[in-house]
Structures are given as C-alpha cells and as structure tokens.
C-alpha cells in the first residue's frame, strides 16, 4: 500500500491520518465495514460507517489513479517521448483530470488535421508563426510551398491547424477553459423538431436554459433523459467571448500578422476543438454529481424503508387484492411459513361478497390469526373497506402495506426456489404478508430499484448505484443482527464476513443438524474459516442458546470480558444482564486493555442492558380518510392523512390512500427554510397534509404540511 494513501486520505477528509492508516490497515486485511464500525472503534477513533465508506472510497480512486499514471508513463515512454521534466510531472500529478490533461498530446488519436499538416512539413512554419516575433508570415510561408503543399495559404492554413491543436492541448488553458465552463456555463434545451407531442412529459424543457451549477440533480437527470431519448437537444456553453479573452490573454503575445494568424487559430480551437471537448467533459462531470445526489436520496430512502419498524412474530393473514381475478388470501404463522392460501371475489364483476366474509372469518379462526395485511395496489382500498366492515369475535388489527417490488418478487428465482409449488398469485401475497413481519427480512431478496423509493435510479451509474445500496443493505442487516435459525440465505448473505456461499452453507448445515445452539457451532460449517467467523459472529443471533450473549450484539471476542464482570461480583452473566443493579457496580475504567477501551466497553454495557434489543422503532396502526377513493374526491382545503412514499432532493410523495401520489415541493414542506426534505421528514412517516391544489387532467396533488398540526 502506497504509505502516501492515508496522508491524502487523511487530508481530503478532515481525520487524523492515524485513523485512515488503521481504517485502510483493517480494510486490506478483509474486515468489512460495519464490523470496522462496530467492533474496532480504538483502532479508529469511533469512525462511524460513513466515513470507513468514504475512507475505502477515496482508497479505491487514488489507487485507480496510481493504475492510470502508470499506463500513462508506459504508453509514452514506448513512444520515447518519456523525459525526466515529463515523468516528474505526471508522478506528481494529484487528479485524473491533471494526469489527462499532461497525457493529451501524447495520447494516440486518429488522423486531425493537425496530423496531416504535419506530415507536409509544416511544423516549423506553426512553431514561427506561434513565436509571433516575424512581420511577415506570407513570406516565411513560400519556403513551405512544395508538392504536397500547392500554395502560400494552404501552407499558413496548416500551421493554423497545427496551432490550433497545440491550443486544445495546452494545460493551463484547458484548466481556465475547464473553470469558465463549470462557473459560468448555461444549461439550454430545446424541443427536437417533430417532437413536441411524443415527448409531452418533457415540455418543461422545451425551451429551457439556466445556469448549469445552480441546475439541481433532478432536473439535471431528467434533461440528459430527454436528450437519450431524441426528445431535447442539449447545450452547455460558456459565454464565449469570454472564453476567447481567456486563450488571447495566454496566447497573443504580439501586435502583428503572425498574432493574426495566431488569433485565428484561436478561435477555430475553441469552436472546433476545445469548446466541444470541454462540453462533453462538462456533460460528464455534471451528470457523475447528479448521479452521486440521486444515489445519495436512494441510499438514504432505502435505509429508512429497510429499517420500518417490523410488526414482528404474529400469525398473519394477507391479502393481494384484484377485482376480475379476485384477491389472493394467504395464511402465514409466526415465523412467515406459508399454511394456506385461496381466493375470494369480494368485488366486481363478481360481488360475492358473503361467500368471501364467511372464508376470511373462517380463516381467521383455524388459523389463530392475530394480524390481517392488504397490499395497496388495485382494489387494495376496497379491500380494505370490505375487510374493516366485518365483524370479528376478537381484535384484529389491519395494515395497509407497500406492494412495491412484490411482483418482481414473485417472478423471481429466489420466489421460485421458496415456494417452487405455487404460483405468483401466491407468492406475491406471501411477500405482502412478511414484508408486515419483517420488512427488512423480506426487502432484501428484491432489486432495490423494484422498490420505488428511488430518483431517476435508472438513469445513474447502475455499479456505482449497486455498490452504494449493497452497502446500506450490508449496514442495515448488521445493525439490526440476523437470527441465525430463522433468516433466510438472503438475508444471511448480507450478514458482515458471510456471502452467498457461506449463507447457504450456514442454512444447509441447519437443515441437516438441526438449530444451531450456540455461536461455537458455526465453526463446524463448511468455509467458515476464523476470518469468517470473527467478521460475522457478533451479527449473527442464537436465541436458544445457554450463553445469553449468544443472543447478543457481544463479539465472541470480548466473552471474556463480561465473564470477568460476573466473576468479580460474583454472579452469572445471566444474573448481570437482568439485574440493573448489579450493573451500576461495574467500574468499566477496570476493564480497558491494549485492544479494548472505554468505547467498546460502552457499548458492551448497552448490549448487557437490552441484550439482542431491535433498533427499529414501534409499528403504529394507520388508516386513510375512508371519504378518499379516487382523485375525484380530492378538493384543495382538504387537510388528509397520508404516508410518505418517497423523497426526492425536490420534495416527497405521499400516498393518501389512491393510486395518485401527491407531492409536497420542498417549498411546502416547512415554514422555515430548509436544504433537503430528509432533515424534517423520513420514509413511512405517517402525516396530516393539506391538499394545496388538484389537477385532474395531469393526475397532479400539490400538498403541504405548513401550518398543519401533526399527530
């Protein structure tokens, strides 16, 4: 490892470069993220998992760099134009943006002009010309003027080409150009002819322009679809007077005809060459911004959404209403095993609505059911209706739950392998129903982009989005821990150390021994090596062992420890995590060693005090305004209960109970001003909005929550 990394990392990201050092150090040895975060907070200065991902990421781009200054030095040094001046300065170059701009000249192009001009003998007339210290430019020309070279201004106009090419590559002009472009260039759209009715939804931008580093990364991303589509075409272009002052002021160095020449040359770079180079590399660097915002705004509403509070271990019966095939019912018992399915027409065309109250209140009695879940898609509000009307001899509480991704589910592979006898129908009630029990459990085994929480998640990097929201799936698992006996190959996979493989060696070895009692045991499954183990154990949650910190978010590591507490007070572990008095006599400055300090002994505490405790917050009952059905019955004035359904850097959407989702602008959102919808709302959040206008021809609701008290 360049010994340089940590220093650099240190500096671009404000930490100590002790802590980049250890942070990268544990990295390179294998150790995932939110182990790092969890278990090694001495060795990193309580580094929380955004900045491990932040130090890993700016690991991975100076080491790219480092692979790219290296391809540079060899592809110049095999063309022999590799001097020592050149070598250093490409050795100290510090961004890809610098290493390219040094490699230009040097990088193999095809044939320009320039080449050709070149190839004619011309270059030592550019080279005087470029000096600008002759008065006559014709007469140096004459001397040019052979065979290949018919006259006096075909001579000069290939000294300009060549001229023109040593401009576009010259370093400091590429780097007030680059400058001129990001500060001060506009971002114009305009409707590509014949267009107009196909790209309809693009007619905001049908004659659009603004300055491009005020453009925000939604509209940035929905311009650069539109151009992808051949709806919009796009410019982005500086003031080009000013652009043209920038290159005279570095180039014309004389009043004469040579620095008309000069002049000349000048301009035809820019127009021909850089300004077109220079818009690409703009178009780039903005969309990679935008991608990383829209990135961001996913990562943070998959977190939230992974993390709803779960419902828990409750026998369930879910329902994935329809009208002319019915809706799909499935009983699932307290661990989300399937026990029965069937179907009922409670709605039209079939109305059969008493052989459907009969089956459900059936159903809810054999099977003991204690919660009823209705996917929110077609009929789901009908659904809902019909179900509230019956009359149960016991307390039955209804959720209303998300159906997004369920049908991608359902036709998955891993739907297919889970319950290879039925059909999608079945499925997709069955995922409605878990998804109430354990929306973290259920969601991970669907394509985050099926969940609908994203923006314009399609258009971005898809690797840089996979890696980013693996990421949030790895730390969401960690942070709640995995019952090792009854979490799915899915779900373990994502488990700190583990993966798909030894996931499923962990469910085999289940399979064919029975549940697992203790931690010990894992190392008995096949590929859990003690790097495996010592990643994953901590996460991983036994609850029918003897060990109480089996069950617990305790590292195996650090058993000793507790151990030691319950001997110097003279009881048992178990006594120590149920007695809270016995608790306040621990004196963890007693406690700390080379490796363990007061951070890990703190949480230590935590986990002693609500051992194997769930992070995620209390399920709350909620019901739409029943008056609600359709958009037709949306009036502004209304104040309406509502469920955010996803946030976006522009506003939120939320859901008022119909298949039209309103959206609050962030000029909405509070009275005060505010930089991002996530600092005042979060995902799920269940709000009172006013409904500020409804048109019913776009199928648009303008809501707020100003002024609007919350429950």
């Given at each position: ?41 001495e ?7 955004t ?19 290296e ?28 290493l ?35 008065t ?77 580093k ?5 509209r ?6 539109g ?12 003031n080009?007077e ?33 300004a ?15 991608d ?85 898609g ?25 159906e997004?991704?369920?049908s ?6 891993t ?36 969940i ?43 488990v ?19 549940a ?12 859990m ?26 590292h ?26 016995l ?19 703190k ?32 009036n ?14 522009f506003?939120a ?7 039209e ?21 979060s ?29």
């Open positions: 490892m360049n010994t340089d990394y940590a220093q650099q990392i240190a500096t671009t990201l404000n930490l100590k470069t002790w802590q980049a050092a250890n942070t990268l150090s544990l990295l390179n040895e294998g150790a995932t993220i939110p182990f790092i975060s969890r278990y090694r907070k060795k990193t200065g309580e580094l929380d998992e900045y491990i991902g932040n130090i890993q990421a700016e690991y991975t781009k100076l080491t790219e760099i480092d692979k790219r200054r391809t540079i030095l060899h592809t110049i040094d095999e063309q022999g134009n590799l001097t020592e001046s050149l070598k250093k300065q490409i050795e100290n170059a510090k961004t890809s943006q610098e390219e701009d040094i490699y230009l000249p040097y990088k193999p192009k095809k044939r320009t002009r320039a080449n050709k001009a070149k190839e004619k003998g011309l270059e030592p007339l550019a080279t005087k010309i470029w000096q600008q210290n002759e006559n430019p014709e007469k140096l020309a004459e001397q040019f003027v052979i065979e290949e070279v018919k006259n006096i201004e075909e001579a000069l106009h290939g000294a300009r080409d060549i001229i023109a090419e040593w401009i576009n590559e010259d370093q400091k002009a590429r780097g007030r150009i680059r400058k001129l472009f990001h500060s001060q260039a506009l971002l114009i759209s305009k409707i590509t002819k014949s267009k107009e009715e196909e790209g309809e939804k693009y007619k905001d931008y049908f004659d659009w322009s603004e300055l491009l005020k453009c925000p990364s939604h940035y991303l929905a311009i650069m679809r151009e992808t589509e051949g709806i919009l075409k796009v410019k982005i272009e500086p080009q000013e652009a043209m002052e920038i290159l005279q002021h570095l180039f014309i160095k004389a009043k004469n005809k040579c620095s008309e020449h000069v002049y000349t040359a000048i301009t035809d770079s820019y127009k021909r060459l850089m077109p180079s220079m818009e690409n590399e703009t178009k780039t660097y903005f969309k990679e911004k935008a990383d915002d829209a990135i961001k705004v996913f990562a943070e509403n998959l977190r939230q959404l992974l993390l709803a509070p779960p419902l828990g271990q409750k026998r369930i019966l879910a329902i994935d209403p329809g009208y002319k095939t019915g809706c799909k019912v499935v009983c699932l018992d307290e661990q989300g095993n399937l026990m029965h399915n069937e179907n009922i027409y409670p709605h039209k065309p079939q109305e059969e609505k008493k052989q459907a109250t009969k089956k459900v209140v059936n159903l809810l009695n054999s099977h003991n059911i204690d919660v009823i879940a209705i996917g929110n077609t009929a789901g509000r009908e659904t809902e209706e019909f179900i509230r009307n019956l009359k149960f001899d016991r307390d039955v509480s209804v959720f209303i739950v998300s997004d991704g369920a991608v589910y359902s036709a998955s592979k739907a297919r392998e889970e319950f290879p006898d039925y059909d999608v129908t079945v499925r997709g009630a069955v995922s409605i129903g878990r998804r109430l029990m354990d929306p973290l459990a259920e969601l991970v085994k669907i394509d985050p982009k099926s609908g929480v994203g923006q314009y998640q399609h258009d971005v990097d898809q690797h840089k989005l996979r890696s980013k929201l693996d990421q949030v799936i790895e730390s969401c698992v960690n942070l709640v821990g995995v019952n090792v006996n009854t979490s799915s190959k899915h779900l373990l996979s994502y700190s150390g583990l993966g798909p493989k030894l996931a499923k060696n962990l469910v085999d070895y289940r399979k064919e021994n029975g697992f009692t203790s931690r010990e045991q894992f190392k008995k499954v096949k590929l090596g003690d790097k495996a183990f010592q990643q994953s154990a901590g996460f991983l949650r036994v609850d029918i062992s003897e060990n109480p910190l089996d069950n617990s978010a305790v195996p590591e650090s058993y000793y420890i507790v151990e030691r507490m319950a001997k110097d007070l003279e009881c048992t572990i178990k006594m120590l995590i149920e007695d809270k008095e608790r306040k006599k621990i004196n963890t400055n007693n406690y700390v060693t080379e490796n363990v300090g007061l951070s890990s002994l949480d230590i505490m935590k986990e002693l005090e609500k051992p194997g405790r769930d992070p995620r917050k209390q399920l709350k009952i909620f019901e739409f305004d029943p008056n609600i059905k359709t958009i037709d019955d949306v502004p004035g209304m104040v309406v209960p509502g469920i955010i359904k996803n946030i976006t850097n506003g959407f939320v859901d008022i109970g119909i298949k989702n309103g959206l609050i602008h962030i000029s909405n959102l509070a009275d005060s001003y505010i930089s991002s919808p996530s600092d005042i709302i995902l799920h959040q269940q709000v009172r909005v006013k409904v500020l206008d409804v048109d019913k021809t776009r199928r648009r609701i303008q809501l707020s929550l100003k002024g609007i008290e919350q429950q």
